[in-house]
C-alpha cells in the first residue's frame, strides 16, 4: 500500500503533466462530458418519483427509518460516494491492455503500474470534480429542502474521510477485477456481475437499511447484516449514513476502521495479482 | 421486400453462427442479463414489501406492476436482440471508415446499419419476460378481455417502433459529430423514464416531466400503454393513448428516417 | 459481363469537371490554457481536401493515382465512389452522379481499401459471399460460376471456409478482391491495395488485376504508394499534390517531362580520379571502379563515345531516373510550395 501510493507522488512533476493532459482530454470531449455528468442524474430522479408515488400509496411516514426527504437525500449522497467510488473503465482497461499485448510497455518501463494507475485515476477524479462541481452543486442547492439541517463538523470531517477511503476502496477492488485478465482471456462478464453485485449492494440502488427485516435462513442473521459483512456499501450507502446521521459515536469510528481494513487487504490483494500476474505472463504470455 | 427478408436472414443466419461459435460467451451474455434483470425484479419485491401500491389509486398494485415490468422486458429485449448492437458498432463504424464500404453497397444504408447484427442472449430476457406476464396475468383478479390481447402485440410493436426512431436519431447525431461516447449511455438514461408507469410523474416537477415524455419524446408510451391494455380495466377511454401510440409510432419513424437521410447526405468519412 | 455502353453513350467512364472538396476542421491546442479557452470558442479553418480536378476515364483504362499522404488521393476516391459529397464541381461514373447513390449505379462497382476489412471477421469469407449475392442480388448460377473462376484465379480455394480473423493480411485482401468482384463490377475503385503485403502477395494481386482488366474489361482507379503497383499494372499515371492534379498522361511522360538527365553506370578496371571524371557528368557515386555518373538527356550521345574511348569502361548501362525518385522529387516539390487557401 505505502509503495502503492506513495511512489507517484514522488514525481510531482509528472504527475502534474499528466493532470494537465486529463484536463485536456476531458475539455476535448466536452460536449459528452457535460451532458453526461448532467444525465447521471436521470436515474435519480426516476427513483425519487417512485418512492414518492410509494409513500403516497401507504399510510406509514417512513420506510425502515427513512422519510421520503431522507430518500431523496440518501439518492443524491450517494451520487456523491458513486463519484468517488465509481472507476469506469478502470477494469476493463487493465484487462484489455493484458489481452492486447499493451501492457508489455510497463512491464519495461521503470514504473510501477499500479502506481501510475492510481495517479491516473487521482488525475482524472480531480479533473471530474472540477467539472462537475457546478451540476452538483446545482442540483443539491434546488434539492436543499430534502436535507436534514447541516451535521456538526465531526461528522463532516468523517464523511470526507469515508469518501477518501471509498475512492481508494474502488480503486483497488477493480484494479484486481481488472488482473483477473492474467488468468482469464474474457472477463468483461465478470466485470459485468461485479457491476450488478456493486449496484445492488452498495446501496446505489435502495438504502441498506431497507433489508433489516428480510431473513437469510440463517437464524439471527438479516440480510442487511449479510450486506454489511461485504465491502461493497462502503462505496455508495456508507458515506451517504454518515451524513444522514445514521451512524454515530463509536459505531462510527469503528465502521471507518473496518472500511480502512478494507482498503489494505484489497491494496494487498491487487498487489499480489499484479506480481503473480506479470509473472505468469511473461511465463506464458507474449 | 423479399430481398431485404432475405439479407435480414442472412444476417441472423450469420449472427448465429457467430453466436454458436463462441457458445461460453453467449451463455454467459444471457446469465448476465437474466443476473441484471432478476436484479430489478428482486428490487420491486422489495418495493412491495413496503406498500401494496405504487401510487395511491393507480391501481398498480403488485400483479398489474409485474405485468408492466414484463412488458418493459419484452419491448428492450427486442430492442436490445435486433437495433441495439447494430447503433452501438456505428460509432466504431465512423471512427474506422466502415461506414464507407455500406455507402457502396446497393442498398438502403438505414437498414444495413441498423440490422445487421443480431445479439440472440438479449431475446432471453424477453422470454423471462412473456413468463412473467403469464403469471402476473393468470393472477389477476380480472383476466384481461380478448380485445386487450389483440391490442397488445400491436402496441409492443409500436412501443419497439418509438424506441427504433430514437436509436435511428442517436445514430444520425454520431454519423454528423464522427462519435459519440454518451450514445449509450444517453439511450440508457432516457429510456430510464419508461421504467415506471406515467403516473409516478405527478406534482409541480412530475407534470411537465410526463408531459414531455409522453407528447415530445414519446418515451412514456414505449411501455405504459401496451402494459395499460393489459393489466388495467378496458374501457372507452383506453382509446385515446392507443391511438397515440400508433401515431407516435408513425410519426418517429417519418422523422427519424429523415433525420437519418439528412445526415448521410452530411457524412463527411474518416480521413485517409 | 455487361459490356455495353454506359448511359452516357461512349466509352467514357468517368468525368470530372472542376471537382473540389473543402473540410472544416477545428483545431486542437496545445496545452491546458488553450484546452480551457477551446471550452468557449473553438477556432476551426476550412482545408481544401481536392481543389478543382478535372479528369477523364476510358472504359477499360488502368488509372494510378500517386500522391503523398493528405494529398487527397483518397478523398477523390470517396467522391467517385459516392461516400462523400463535393464541395464544387460535377462527377459522372458509369453515367451516374456518385453521390446520389443510385442503387443502379452502387450495383455496377466495388471500392476495395487495403487498409479496411469489409468482410465479416468472426466468419468463413464464404459467408460474406453469400450476403454479398443477396445484397447484389446475383443469380445463383453466375454467382457460383463467378465466385469459382476468381477463387481459382486468386488460389484461395482453401481459404473461403476459414474464419476470417484467422487469415494473413494477405490471405483477406485476396478475398476481399474476389467478395468485391463477385457482382462483376464495371468499374473497380482500389485505394492501396497491396499496403503492407509481402513480394508474393503483392505479385498475386498485380497478376489477378491484369487478368481482371484484360479478360474482364474492368475499368480499375488505383491509389498506391507503391511504384512496383505502378511499373506493374498502369500505362497511365495521375499524380496528386495539395489536391490539385500535378501530372497525367503516361509512365513514359513522367520521365521525359521531369527529368533532363539520365543515369550511366560503369564498370571500370580501376578506381578512377574524380576530376577526370566529372568531364563527363555529374558523379553521383564512385565506389571502388564503380561509378555512377549523371548526364544530361541532350548531350548523352556526344558525351558516351569519348567516354569509351578514354576510360578503360568494362561494362556499361544507361538508364532512365528511377521513378521512386521522380515521384518523390515531385512530392518534395509539392510540399515545399507555400501553403495556400484556407
Known amino acids: 500500500m505505502s509503495e502503492t501510493a506513495a511512489r507517484p507522488f514522488a514525481g510531482l512533476r509528472a504527475w502534474w503533466t499528466m493532470l494537465s493532459i486529463c484536463i485536456e482530454e476531458r475539455l476535448a470531449y466536452r460536449g459528452d462530458f457535460i451532458l453526461g455528468t448532467a444525465m447521471r442524474f436521470l436515474p435519480i430522479v426516476t427513483q425519487v418519483f417512485l418512492w414518492t408515488a410509494v409513500f403516497g400509496a401507504t399510510a406509514r411516514g417512513d420506510i425502515a427509518g427513512y422519510s421520503r426527504d431522507d430518500i431523496v437525500a440518501y439518492y443524491l449522497l450517494t451520487m456523491v460516494a458513486r463519484a468517488f467510488s465509481s472507476m469506469p473503465g478502470l477494469a476493463g482497461g487493465i484487462a484489455r491492455s493484458v489481452r492486447d499485448g499493451s501492457i508489455k510497455k510497463y512491464l519495461v518501463q521503470p514504473v510501477d503500474y499500479v502506481g501510475y494507475l492510481l495517479a491516473a485515476r487521482i488525475a482524472h477524479k480531480l479533473v471530474y470534480y472540477l467539472v462537475a462541481a457546478l451540476p452538483f452543486a446545482a442540483i443539491f442547492f434546488v434539492c436543499r429542502g430534502f436535507f436534514p439541517p447541516l451535521p456538526d463538523a465531526t461528522t463532516v470531517a468523517a464523511f470526507v474521510l469515508s469518501l477518501v477511503l471509498s475512492f481508494l476502496l474502488g480503486f483497488f477492488m477493480e484494479a484486481t477485477l481488472g488482473m483477473l485478465g492474467f488468468w482469464f482471456l474474457e472477463v468483461s462478464s465478470v466485470i459485468f456481475a461485479y457491476m450488478l453485485v456493486q449496484y445492488l449492494l452498495s446501496g446505489h440502488m435502495f438504502p441498506i437499511d431497507m433489508l433489516t427485516g428480510i431473513p437469510t435462513g440463517i437464524p439471527g442473521v438479516s440480510l442487511a447484516d449479510l450486506v454489511r459483512w461485504l465491502p461493497f456499501e462502503y462505496t455508495a450507502y456508507f458515506p451517504a449514513a454518515v451524513w444522514l446521521g445514521k451512524v454515530r459515536g463509536w459505531a462510527l469510528v469503528r465502521a471507518l476502521a473496518i472500511e480502512a481494513g478494507w482498503v489494505v487487504a484489497m491494496a494487498l490483494c491487487c498487489r499480489l495479482a499484479w506480481r503473480r500476474g506479470t509473472r505468469r505472463y511473461s511465463a506464458f504470455g507474449g | 421486400m423479399r430481398r431485404y427478408l432475405g439479407i435480414f436472414l442472412t444476417f441472423a443466419r450469420a449472427c448465429l453462427v457467430r453466436d454458436m461459435t463462441f457458445r461460453a460467451n453467449f451463455l454467459l451474455e444471457c446469465v448476465t442479463s437474466l443476473g441484471w434483470m432478476s436484479m430489478n425484479l428482486a428490487f420491486y419485491l422489495l418495493v412491495f414489501t413496503f406498500t401494496p401500491e405504487i401510487g395511491r389509486g393507480t391501481g398498480w398494485t403488485r400483479e398489474p406492476f409485474f405485468a408492466f415490468v414484463a412488458t418493459g422486458l419484452i419491448v428492450n429485449s427486442i430492442v436490445q436482440a435486433f437495433f441495439m448492437p447494430s447503433a452501438e458498432e456505428l460509432t466504431e463504424m465512423v471512427r474506422s471508415g466502415g461506414l464507407d464500404s455500406v455507402l457502396v453497397q446497393p442498398l438502403d444504408a438505414q437498414f444495413l446499419l441498423s440490422l445487421h447484427r443480431v445479439e440472440y442472449s438479449s431475446l432471453a430476457n424477453g422470454l423471462v419476460g412473456v413468463g412473467l406476464l403469464g403469471w402476473a396475468v393468470s393472477r389477476f383478479t380480472a383476466p384481461p378481455p380478448a380485445i386487450a390481447w389483440l391490442l397488445y402485440p400491436l402496441l409492443v410493436a409500436c412501443g419497439v417502433a418509438i424506441l427504433y426512431a430514437l436509436i435511428i436519431m442517436l445514430a444520425a447525431a454520431t454519423i454528423l459529430l464522427g462519435r459519440n461516447q454518451s450514445l449509450y449511455d444517453f439511450w440508457f438514461y432516457l429510456t430510464n423514464f419508461s421504467r415506471y408507469p406515467a403516473e409516478i410523474y405527478a406534482g409541480p416537477w412530475g407534470g411537465p416531466i410526463r408531459m414531455i415524455c409522453t407528447f415530445v419524446i414519446p418515451i412514456l408510451l414505449v411501455v405504459n400503454v401496451p402494459a395499460r391494455v393489459i393489466a388495467q380495466p378496458f374501457s372507452a377511454g383506453s382509446w385515446t393513448p392507443i391511438g397515440g401510440a400508433v401515431l407516435a409510432a408513425a410519426v418517429m419513424l417519418v422523422v427519424s428516417r429523415l433525420v437519418f437521410q439528412a445526415a448521410l447526405a452530411k457524412y463527411r468519412s474518416a480521413s485517409s | ?342
Not at chain 3, 476551426?44 to 493528405?70: C, H, I, K, M, Y
Not at chain 3, 465466385?147 to 480455394?157: F, I, P
Open chain 3, 1 to 342: 459481363m455487361d459490356n455495353s455502353p454506359s448511359a452516357a453513350g461512349d466509352a467514357t467512364v468517368i468525368r470530372v469537371d472542376g471537382l473540389a472538396k473543402q473540410y472544416r476542421v477545428f483545431d486542437k491546442r496545445e496545452g491546458l490554457a488553450a484546452s480551457i479557452r477551446g471550452l468557449f470558442h473553438r477556432e476551426s479553418r476550412v482545408v481544401d481536401a481536392l481543389r478543382g480536378v478535372d479528369l477523364t476515364v476510358q472504359r477499360g483504362e488502368f488509372v494510378a493515382l500517386l500522391g503523398p499522404n493528405g494529398a487527397g488521393k483518397t478523398t477523390f476516391l470517396k467522391l467517385l465512389s459516392g461516400i462523400i459529397t463535393p464541395s464544387a464541381g460535377t462527377a459522372t461514373v458509369l453515367g451516374h452522379v456518385p453521390w446520389e447513390r443510385a442503387d443502379a449505379f452502387r450495383r455496377r462497382f466495388a471500392l476495395v481499401m487495403g487498409q479496411r476489412n469489409q468482410l465479416w471477421w468472426d466468419l468463413p469469407a464464404a459467408e460474406s459471399f453469400r450476403l454479398h449475392r443477396e445484397i447484389y442480388r446475383i443469380e445463383p448460377a453466375r454467382f457460383t460460376r463467378t465466385r469459382d473462376e476468381l477463387v481459382e484465379l486468386l488460389d484461395v480455394g482453401g481459404l473461403v471456409n476459414r474464419p476470417v480473423r484467422e487469415l494473413s493480411l494477405g490471405e483477406r485482401m485476396k478475398l476481399e478482391l474476389v467478395a468485391a468482384l463477385l457482382h462483376e463490377p464495371e468499374v473497380l475503385f482500389l485505394d492501396e491495395p497491396t499496403i503492407g503485403l509481402d513480394v508474393v502477395a503483392q505479385h498475386t494481386i498485380h497478376r489477378f488485376l491484369r487478368h481482371v482488366r484484360t479478360e474482364r474489361h474492368v475499368t480499375v482507379v488505383l491509389t498506391t504508394h507503391y511504384m512496383k503497383d505502378v511499373a506493374a499494372l498502369c500505362e497511365r499515371l495521375v499524380v496528386i499534390t495539395r489536391g490539385s492534379i500535378l501530372y497525367d498522361g503516361s509512365l513514359e511522360g513522367i520521365v521525359d517531362r521531369f527529368t533532363s538527365h539520365k543515369i550511366v553506370t560503369l564498370d571500370l578496371d580501376e578506381t578512377p580520379d574524380r576530376g577526370r571524371i566529372e568531364r563527363f557528368g555529374f558523379p553521383c557515386e564512385i565506389r571502388g571502379p564503380r561509378v555512377t555518373l549523371r548526364i544530361d538527356r541532350d548531350r548523352i550521345a556526344d558525351v558516351l563515345p569519348g567516354l569509351l574511348r578514354d576510360e578503360p569502361v568494362r561494362d556499361i548501362s544507361v538508364e532512365d531516373v528511377p521513378l521512386e525518385e521522380i515521384v518523390a522529387g515531385l512530392f518534395r516539390g509539392a510540399s515545399a510550395a507555400p501553403e495556400s487557401g484556407a
